[in-house]
């Protein structure tokens, strides 16, 4: 069996741009599933318009699924990967979801907007983004119209640079309490939440269109540690990661 994970394209050593992408990436290492590969996609042609997707292909036969979550779902529940909740109390994993949708559902907004909204951060996004170079200039502006038109219908969009910025304050100071006396999420042990948070946060320090973000994050010793960890566990090869965890801040 094997996984055809499509997703967009990514220089080897550093995080997707995608927080989505990298999840589920960061999913199959943190269980050692190791056969698979990563197919550079673009998202016009994905199943539900949006990546990653995957095609996960056993006895020549080819399931396609959709979207990080049920993806995750769909590995786990299957038993190709390891369930790492498995050891989780009711509790806890309805914890772990109340976190997760509040990154997902309403912190990655506020980050894209900062990321596509400010000329001058998406300027440096506009640079890396991986698409073709013959038409990069036109899905690079298609890009950004259709995020900022999305993220205003679902009404983060519609808040004042300083709303936005509040809200991902709130999230990171509550994580950063929320880790406090535990190596992980919920112990000593990694878990999806824990996989789920690596795949932004890596993407999101690394992308030069966060620098407002970045900085919240760097600036707390205890985040810094948080995925210093996750990197040398899972992606050793995230040199560049590791040098800015590294460096000294002001905390």
Known sequence: MSIKLHCFKKDADVPS???????????LRATG????????????SAPKGKLPYIEYIKDGKTETIADSHFIVRYLTENKIVADLDKNLTPAQRAD??????????????AVAHERFFKPENFALTKAILPL???????LAWYLRRSTLSALWSSGIGRHSVEDRHLLVREFFEGLEARLEGVEFFHGSEPTLIDVTLFGFLSGTITGPGNPETTALILKSKRLRQYIAVMVQKWYPEYKGLLAQLDKKHAD
């Open 17 to 27: 741009l995608s927080g989505y992408c990298e999840k589920v990436e960061t999913l």
């Open 33 to 44: 599933f190791t056969d698979y590969a990563l197919v550079p996609t673009l998202p016009f």
């Open 96 to 109: 772990s979801r109340a976190w997760q949708s509040w990154f997902e559902d309403l912190i990655y907004g």
């Open 132 to 138: 073709p170079w013959w038409i990069h200039s036109v």
